[in-house]
């Protein structure tokens, strides 16, 4: 497949590994414990785990799968005031398909289709403006989430039903914000990161600037990095290049689709739209502040949660469930206690089993590999 | 097994047919009465047409002598045909539910002889619709040489089914000596599928219109006894045989291995797939290993005769493109790990569900 095989080529991807091994043998952190390097978004998990690059890696690297998945961050309340908004008559809930399936503290969006509620599966917001066009007698309600990469495609369909005047269209806002995230991470105690691939298709957003402090206040090295194998082993190539010439900077690997300054009518349909919020829960690492946007007062008519009541709980995680840890990289997936066990798959307790983009179902799907290794290394 | 026996039957020759003169099914054409002998008279007799359908009794009739020549041992299934929508590139859910059935029974290495045709129909669909697809079942299995012997209509109220459901059961029989189970597989087997894989799902999302992609991907939707013939013929060892149909290769894979208690590793670049599978899949966010098929077999041969099984396959219609994709192995019993092309490993687990498409 043209512009996608060139990025797997097994060839260049021995020679960047080799180039990867010289690096680590002359990086001196690496002769006390393990490089650790975190994946902010949830597509450079699931490429990791799909193509096996952890297990190519040497041990002397360590991925911790970081926070980037918007679906596993999303706690349980706000899953319940999703099926609320389902179950109100009425209402035609639209989602993504990843949503359908994370628990809520009484059942899923799945479950709740399954009771009744019309909860339809789509794969762009201008797919649920469409649904509201088509049933004017009722109230079609968009489940909007995702970082700044998702945020461009509803603010620009919310400035459409303006445009139209589509008056049986709102949005349950959940996009939130990677910058205040990042920081959060860096500002946590536990996290002892040493540097980051960062997320390639926010950055094709937001640039390569707001990534600045990174480098300059918490002297940690950055590349943004794109999604394919090669992409993620050359980013990890040049993370190590910097740490091994005691450089910190934000780097750009991805510049084929991320410009320095971002994409400006995408920024500024955001802008227009959202304004941020004090704060916003995440599932694991609870309130961040400035984390999530809202809808500005203008679009205030399509903001579901004024439109409808909804519950608005804060409902803790289960006690059970170290997600948390996980998400901070603090545990490994399978170190968590109901991994593999209260928590499959089939049963997910934490959102980070259900999304083929949450470090936990990659590590039950493609993983076991690694863990075994690493079990039997132990033993 | 009241689905397969009960009510309606198809009606004798010598006895003027009828027919049907309104073009659309309301609830009166499942009602027992003149409606629906006309709608299946009309429709189904025509379309099927052999001298079991008109013998008028409510079971089809077959003299075991005559089945006991062909074999040992009765081979017996069920599917129903859901598919939406009801026409797609590559076929319709008639040639799905004919070939679906003769799949099911092939892969166990039968002979498959007789089918059966029960239809659910929502009321308001187009009579022309419904004769579109007992036409296509009856090209389907007159090109496979199995005859539509016995049968069942219902109607449904609107809402209650979507347009046109459909299930066929089949017969088929096995002959002496041959035994194919997903338990036999043992390490230093051969795995060879019959060609590209995929191509029926993404023909299927592809002709649901949800994702605006347009394509040439048609379904792979085809008989394959004849292939399983050749196959065997060439590979009488031959341990199993699966059509891949939901689930795709990867469910297939885990089910040998769990059967079996042994791993099987496959090679990424090894396994046949459409540049066009490969593209549509990237786009979704969908791995083509659990992309349903309609045409093809996953197998299990021993290592002796994988040269020879791979050659019969290439050699019949159907197999052009067979390729041997991995092998049976003592490491990681119960599992299915694959070489990525990218030189690393990972395992390839069942999925849950439905796979989604992801969101970023």
Redesign the interface.
């Known amino acids: 497949m043209k512009f996608v095989d060139e990025f797997r080529d097994p060839e260049k991807a021995r020679s960047l590994l080799g180039e990867i091994n010289k690096l680590v043998a002359r990086i001196d952190i690496c002769r006390h414990r393990p490089l650790a390097l975190m994946e902010v978004c949830g597509g450079h998990t699931h490429a990791i785990f799909k193509f096996g690059i952890e297990n190519m890696l040497p041990d002397t690297i360590e991925l911790v799968h970081g926070p980037g998945c918007p679906v596993c961050v999303l706690p349980m309340g706000r899953v319940d005031d999703c099926v609320a908004l389902a179950e109100t008559p009425g209402v035609i809930f639209a989602t993504f398909g990843d949503a359908m399936r994370v628990p809520g503290s009484k059942k899923s969006l799945l479950h709740a289709k399954g009771d009744g509620a019309d909860v339809r599966m789509v794969y762009s917001p201008l797919d649920a403006l469409k649904l509201a066009r088509k049933h004017p007698g009722r109230e079609v309600v968009f489940f909007g989430l995702g970082f700044e990469t998702t945020m461009p495609s509803t603010a620009l369909t919310i400035l459409q039903a303006e445009r139209e005047g589509i008056k049986n269209f709102s949005l349950f806002c959940n996009h939130i914000t990677i910058i205040p995230t990042i920081k959060a991470l860096l500002d946590s105690p536990e996290m002892e990161l040493d540097g980051f691939l960062g997320p390639g298709h926010v950055s094709m957003v937001i640039g390569t600037r707001p990534y600045r402090f990174i480098s300059e206040h918490y002297k940690r090295p950055m590349v943004i990095a794109g999604f394919e194998p090669l992409d993620v082993l050359q980013s990890t190539w040049m993370v190590l290049k910097q740490i091994a010439e005691g450089r910190c900077e934000i780097e750009n690997q991805y510049n084929r689709v991320v410009p320095e300054r971002g994409n400006p009518a995408a920024l500024s349909a955001v802008s227009r739209v959202f304004e941020l919020r004090e704060f916003f829960e995440w599932r694991g690492l609870g309130s961040i502040d400035h984390s999530g946007v809202r809808l500005r007062k203008a679009f205030v008519q399509y903001d579901a949660e004024k439109k409808f009541s909804v519950p608005a709980l804060r409902i803790a995680d289960p006690k059970s469930c170290q997600c948390g840890e996980v998400l901070k990289g603090v545990i490994k997936p399978w170190e968590c206690k109901v991994f593999g066990k209260a928590c499959t798959p089939e049963t997910p307790l934490g959102a980070l089993m259900v999304s083929s983009e949450g470090a936990c179902a990659a590590y039950h799907q493609y993983g076991a590999i690694n863990r075994q290794r690493q079990q039997d290394d132990a033993a | 097994m009241t689905l397969l026996f009960n009510s309606t039957k198809a009606f004798a020759t010598g006895r003027r047919r009828g027919t049907i003169s309104v073009p659309t099914i309301t609830l009166a054409h499942g009602g027992g009465g003149s409606a629906m002998r006309n709608l299946i008279d009309d429709v189904f007799v025509t379309a099927f047409d052999n001298p079991s359908l008109d013998l008028l009794e409510d079971q089809a009739r077959f003299a075991l002598a005559d089945l006991a020549r062909l074999g040992d041992r009765l081979a017996f299934t069920t599917d129903s045909y859901v598919v939406d929508p009801l026409f797609f590139p590559g076929g319709d859910i008639g040639k799905l539910a004919v070939c679906g059935t003769i799949n099911d029974l092939a892969v166990g290495g039968a002979v498959p002889l007789y089918l059966t045709c029960s239809v659910i129909i929502e009321e308001g669909l187009k009579v022309d619709t419904l004769r579109t697809v007992a036409k296509s079942m009856a090209a389907a299995a007159a090109d496979a040489g199995v005859q539509i012997v016995t049968g069942d209509t219902k109607v449904v109220q609107k809402g209650t089914c979507d347009k046109l459901f459909l299930n066929t059961a089949g017969v088929g029989i096995i002959r002496e000596g041959l035994d194919l189970g997903a338990c036999r597989c043992g390490p230093g087997d051969a795995v060879l599928v019959n060609g590209l894989l995929g191509d029926h799902g993404a023909a299927i999302l592809a002709a649901r219109g949800?994702?605006e992609l347009a394509t040439a991907i048609e379904s792979d939707c085809a008989a394959l006894h004849g292939l399983v013939g050749y196959l065997l013929k060439a590979a009488p060892g031959t341990r199993f045989i699966r059509d891949a149909t939901r689930g795709g290769l990867a469910t297939v894979l885990n089910e040998a291995a769990r059967a079996s208690n042994v791993g099987i590793k496959i090679m990424e670049a090894a396994t046949p797939m459409r540049?066009e599978v490969?593209?549509f899949c990237?786009i979704l966010?969908l791995?083509p290993l659990y992309l349903a098929n309609e045409g093809k077999i996953i197998c299990v041969v021993p290592d002796n005769e994988e040269h020879a099984a791979l050659e019969a396959m290439r050699a019949h219609p159907l197999g052009g493109q067979a390729a041997v994709i991995g092998r049976v192995t003592d490491d990681?019993p119960g599992?299915v790990?694959m070489d990525?092309?990218?030189?690393?490993?990972?395992?390839v687990?069942m999925l849950?569900?439905d796979q989604?498409?992801?969101?970023?």
Do not use: F, S
Not at chain 2, 340 to 346: D, E, K
């Open positions: 949800d994702m540049e490969k593209a990237e966010g791995d990681y599992r790990v990525t092309v990218l030189g690393g490993q990972r395992i687990d849950v569900g989604l498409p992801r969101i970023c």
